[in-house]
């Protein structure tokens, strides 16, 4: 993809708005698209370009960029996400860092005509965005500021039209609460606080409307790759999990265009409101609010609500409130300290409490707004101890952790936020293997399937045997190339890599699609290792882009000290924490820790697939011009960033 046109699946331009000078600009998407792809690849390399390393996350020297994929706008393959990146606030150090959004609002913005958007600068009074078929207004949004995500979203498509697509940050991004989401149309929420950066540059919302719809080059051969897909991913939700699910308040609520083979989902509740209510999302409060109520109810799909509404990560609440209730129990904080009410923790009185008052950055909220583990340090009196379930940088739950799959150990340790992208890879086909195990009707992933995945998606059968170190730096690796491809183009985590599928023959999935489907669409012929080597080349950019910000290799790939010391007491899909070990063995990682020596033997591994620098872990200056980033060199060089070896 040296000369790649961006003819088709693509709009063909990138929007620049400067909100400092109220200027608006276009540049091509073909400047990017042959090197980095869409989605992430060409977001990081705006940023690579544009934020300088020292600039914080609510200077206007902040980019926030929003952008789709070239294969955003086609049906029936899961890929109308999108993306929005730039540098976080919640991340320690503020990073580089990167959230992925499912819904209507992507595709509309490439119909609208945009690849993607650079925001730049800050407004000097509230202001929202109007791009309608090409056509850029930013317009005075007083009347919306102060609203909550959902009034926003609801004002503009009765001022607009029902037509317009929302994205907005609610009271906690004005307020640049570190955690502050975004919310766009289906409740699709973004994280890593890029609410707050909106809120920082006082962009209130963007709604986007058009008819540009993209072609592809092949449509005959789109067509057939898109009847595969539909025939591998039948009934895939699960192994049956769906009707579990699903009740009968919940309906379908699945992202434009998609076949929806996914529990993304609404509630409708007994007041007949409605809402997201899928995943993470609808069970962060589940478990608090069936202890203090004693029975099911209804109490955790509001407390998404709320979350939804102030523009809040339903995530980092999560893991806020985890802590808080250590500290509670521990006798450090309590109701009165706080003004919360600790003691009612899985209310809705506690939730409404707390949501508001970090939101509105009240009283001891103001304390919580900057994260968990700045707020931890604030707090001090022994509380940082008590947060004993995180991941570093962004103080995400450590779903998928590193004790439980020892490939995640590394995919952890090198990246800005909780990499779930990455985890999902490991972690679908082990939810299927599970059913198998525990003989689940339907199910079908043994043990000998699992093993044959393993060697075809993460370079060898020992990347299958969950109670060993071997074989997991190449997996690292491969999953790493694979899944900063998969967020360019951008495919759905539920969606992709297709690892196994009921209706195959052999029950494996098929890792030529992803590249099969951008060929078909673009109109150039991308390898299934052409399309790795882009994902190589954007997953390099990012390390440099994490180096320059303060990510120093090896030193800076750890984990945090609790994954070394505390043994695994719980996984998130199975309490026993089963996984397939050697040769068809099934073992528990119960109680498993991450052995440092092994971890570290890993990493030179690692670094050597990587061509790395072994000793300090620093890409090389050889390494980089064999995978097209010799133009990042010079500046990482500069900075003693990159270990010469031409
Ligand atoms: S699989 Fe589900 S979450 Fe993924 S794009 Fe389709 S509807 Fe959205």
């Known amino acids: 993809m040296t000369n790649m046109t961006v003819q088709y699946g693509y709009a063909g331009e990138i929007l620049r708005v400067d909100l400092s000078s109220n200027r608006v600009d276009r540049f091509p998407t073909e400047m990017y698209a042959s090197r980095f792809l869409g989605g992430r690849g060409i977001a990081a390399r705006i940023y690579w370009e544009e934020v300088a390393p020292e600039c914080k996350a609510y200077d206007p020297g902040n980019r926030l960029l929003y952008f789709t994929g070239p294969l955003a706008g086609f049906n029936g393959l899961g890929s109308s996400r999108w993306t929005v990146c730039g540098k976080s606030p919640l991340t320690i150090p503020e990073q580089f860092s990167y959230s992925n959004l499912g819904g209507s609002w992507g595709v509309k913005l490439k119909y609208a005509g945009y690849d993607g958007i650079v925001i730049q600068g800050r407004a000097d009074k509230p202001v929202y965005l109007l791009i309608d078929d090409g056509i850029v207004e930013i317009r005075d949004a007083a009347f919306l500021w102060g609203r909550n995500t959902i009034e926003v979203r609801e004002i503009l498509k009765q001022n607009l039209g029902k037509s317009v697509a929302v994205v907005a940050c609610g009271p906690a991004g004005e307020n640049m609460v570190n955690f502050a989401s975004l919310l766009a149309d289906n409740d699709a929420s973004g994280s890593c606080g890029f609410g707050a950066v909106m809120g920082s540059k006082k962009l209130k919302a963007i709604a986007v409307r058009g008819n540009r719809r993209p072609k592809a080059a092949v449509p005959e051969t789109l067509h057939g790759l898109t009847r595969r897909v539909r025939h591998l991913k039948k009934d895939a939700v699960g192994n049956g999990q769906q009707d579990l699910i699903l009740g009968p308040k919940m309906k379908k609520d699945i992202c434009y265009g998609c076949i929806g083979a996914c529990i993304r989902q609404t509630f409708e509740a007994q007041d007949g409101t409605k809402g997201k209510y899928a995943c993470g999302s609808a069970w962060f409060y589940q478990e608090r609010a069936m202890r203090y109520y004693g029975e099911w109810n209804e109490i955790p799909f509001f407390a998404t609500r709320l979350c939804d509404s102030y523009g809040l990560d339903t995530e980092s609440v999560h893991t806020l409130i985890m802590w808080l209730s250590r500290c509670h129990k521990a006798g450090i904080l309590t109701d009165e300290n706080t003004g919360i009410p600790l003691s009612k923790l899985g209310s809705y009185e506690f939730i409404e409490s707390l949501t508001k008052k970090v939101s509105l950055r009240e009283g001891f909220g103001n304390t919580l707004a900057q994260g968990l583990l700045r707020a931890a340090d604030t707090v001090g009196n022994g509380s940082q101890e008590l947060i004993t379930d995180y991941t570093s940088k962004a103080g995400y739950a450590s779903e998928y952790c590193p004790r439980m799959y020892i490939v995640s150990s590394l995919l952890y340790a090198m990246e800005p936020r909780l990499p779930i992208n990455q985890v999902h890879e490991i972690g679908v086909p082990l939810f299927a293997w599970l059913g198998w195990i525990n003989k689940v009707e339907g199910s079908y992933l043994s043990s000998d399937i699992f093993r044959n995945i393993a060697e075809r ?184 960033l990159t270990v010469d070896t031409m």
């Open 457 to 640: 998606f993460w370079g060898s059968e020992l990347a299958a045997d969950f109670s060993t170190y071997e074989g997991k730096a190449i997996a690292t690796a491969m999953i790493q190339n694979r899944e900063c491809a998969k967020e360019s183009l951008i495919l759905c985590d539920w969606m992709w890599p297709i690892t196994h599928s009921k209706h195959s023959d052999d029950h494996l999935g098929d890792p030529t699609l992803e590249s099969k489907l951008l060929s078909s669409v673009v109109g150039e012929d991308v390898s299934e290792g052409e399309l790795y080597v882009l994902g190589e080349r954007i997953f390099n950019l990012q390390r440099a882009i994490l180096a320059r910000e303060g990510h120093v290799g090896r030193q800076s790939d750890i984990l945090p000290e609790p994954f070394y010391t505390r043994p695994l007491r719980w996984a998130v899909q199975d309490p026993e924490c089963l996984a397939p070990g050697k040769d068809g063995a099934v073992v528990s990682r119960k109680g498993a820790v991450v052995d440092r020596e092994q971890f570290e033997l890993m990493k030179d591994e690692y670094y050597i697939h990587r061509a790395w620098d072994v000793a300090t872990g620093l890409q090389t200056t050889t390494q980089l011009g064999s995978i097209g980033l010799y133009d990042i060199v010079a500046d990482l060089q500069k900075r003693g």
